[in-house]
């Protein structure tokens, strides 16, 4: 029977290309092979740049030093690792920061991330505890979209072709801005309007800053500016809202409010939850479904789990539990320290059909503890992770459930690498249904 939770790690590994961490060690690159800085501010971003993404600069990379390397993000050294034997030597070293937070507050140009170990420990379990109470309080509202969405393509004739990024995302945004910013945005038009302003702040974050365009073009810095005002003034609002009352629906921001921060950590934080929480949860969603339309074994295997779990009764909470990943915290400076998973899921030494999707490779004892290991169990390392994993994990119980999904013959779904892994063009799908 396949395991669910192995399962969804194939799914994030496609997604997230690579996942970050702060770790106290190298403060220089001795002993460390790899290249040395082509610009003093920029360090290797141009060979990034240059390489198309960070994936495509990491594999090139690895391959020409081998399983450790350096390079430098800025003024910041950076190590990343390759193969899953050195990711079993560095495990976790650095359990209090997200993955996300490090990169966008330094693109988003936020101030009130430092502060030392207790305060960030503080803020990580506010965000943790945002994460648990919102899920919990807002389960029947993700079942219900979840439903919704299932109706829709239910009502498809099978020669149809679903575009599924398209709906991923805008399932994706109903999800999150409610269960975050609450029933402000049961208002469709509200969901449209935030769509449009996250849309052209995480674009200009995943490629404007990075190689300098953003800069150089004052148009679309106002558009990306204005953009980021407006989600701004949207949280203000809600922040303001919230404070000092009682709702009967707990969202994400209301974990925030009572915890001891002030208005600008709040603001701060919620913005990385919300732009993080969109874009992950849209392309988990959609690189699941994607990767499920490939393989008609899996997608059985799947199916028979769902069932066995849930029976003819209804998706709950409690039952959701025996398929989900969910559900980890040193001082941070110095080196950042990359795990190239993108890397590592391409190594033939380690995996006899690397570029074949095959949950079914993590059942070995050992390859399941490392990569359990790196937050994806247990307590996630990352909210918008774990977030990301019950969303989508609710929703493909719904949709297996009742529909076969299909690819689409002849497409070939080419990956756009960024900050996020996408399609480079709409991957577009067929349904069709099991009774």
């Known amino acids: 029977m396949l395991d669910f939770a192995i399962f969804a790690v194939t799914f994030l590994l496609a ?30 971003l141009p060979d990034i740049v240059n390489s198309g993404s960070l994936h495509e600069f990491l594999v090139n990379l690895h391959e020409r030093y081998g399983p450790v390397v350096s390079f430098w993000f800025g003024r910041r050294l950076v190590v990343s690792l390759g193969t899953v034997d050195v990711l079993k030597q560095h495990i976790n070293p650095n359990k209090t920061s997200d993955p996300f937070e490090t990169m966008l507050k330094s693109l988003l140009r936020y101030q009130s991330g430092g502060g030392n170990v207790s305060e960030k420990h503080m803020r990580k379990k506010l965000c943790e505890n945002g994460v648990t109470n919102s899920l919990k309080s807002n389960f029947a509202l993700l079942l219900k979209l979840s439903e919704e969405l299932l109706d829709k393509w239910l009502s498809y004739p099978e020669t149809q072709h679903v575009p599924l990024s398209q709906h991923m995302l ?74 000092g009352r009682n709702f009967s629906q707990h969202i994400f921001i209301d ?5 001891n921060l002030n208005d600008q950590q709040i603001l701060e934080d919620s913005m990385i939850f919300s732009l993080a929480s969109c874009i992950i949860t849209a392309k988990l969603c959609t690189w699941a479904i994607c990767f499920l339309t490939t393989s008609e074994e899996v997608q059985k295997k799947l199916y028979e789990e769902i069932n066995q779990v849930f029976g003819n009764g ?22 950042l320290v990359l795990y190239a998973l993108g890397v590592v899921l391409q190594d033939p030494n380690t995996w006899p059909s690397p570029h074949k999707f095959d ?4 059942d070995d004892e050992l390859v399941m503890k490392t990569f359990s290991s790196l937050g994806f169990s247990g307590t996630q390392e990352c909210p918008e992770l774990r977030f990301a994993y019950m969303v989508t994990t ?15 013959e002849g497409q070939v779904i080419e990956t756009k690498y960024e900050l996020v892994t996408s399609s480079r063009e709409e991957a577009w799908i067929t349904v069709s249904k099991r009774y």
């Open 255 to 259: 974990s925030l409010v009572k915890g």
């Open 15 to 44: 997604l997230v290309g690579a996942v970050l961490y702060l770790y106290p060690a190298f403060r220089q690159a001795a002993g460390i092979p790899g290249i040395t800085p082509t610009e003093e501010k920029d360090g290797n």
């Open 314 to 335: 209804p998706v709950t909470p409690e039952k959701i539990e025996q398929l989900s990943l969910l559900n980890s915290t040193s001082e941070v400076k110095q080196t």
């Open 359 to 362: 949950p079914d490779r993590f």
């Open 394 to 408: 609710v929703l493909l119980s719904v949709l297996v459930k009742r529909l076969h999904l299909l690819s689409v």
């Open 170 to 243: 805008g399932f994706a945004m109903k999800s999150v801005t409610q269960m975050v910013m609450g029933s402000t945005f049961e208002n469709d038009q509200e969901v449209i309007r935030f769509q449009k302003n996250h849309g052209t702040v995480w674009s200009e974050i995943g490629k404007g800053f990075l190689d300098g365009s953003l800069d150089k073009n004052t148009t679309r810095k106002k558009q990306y500016e204005d953009a980021l005002m407006q989600l701004e003034s949207v949280l203000r609002n809600i922040i303001k809202e919230r404070k």
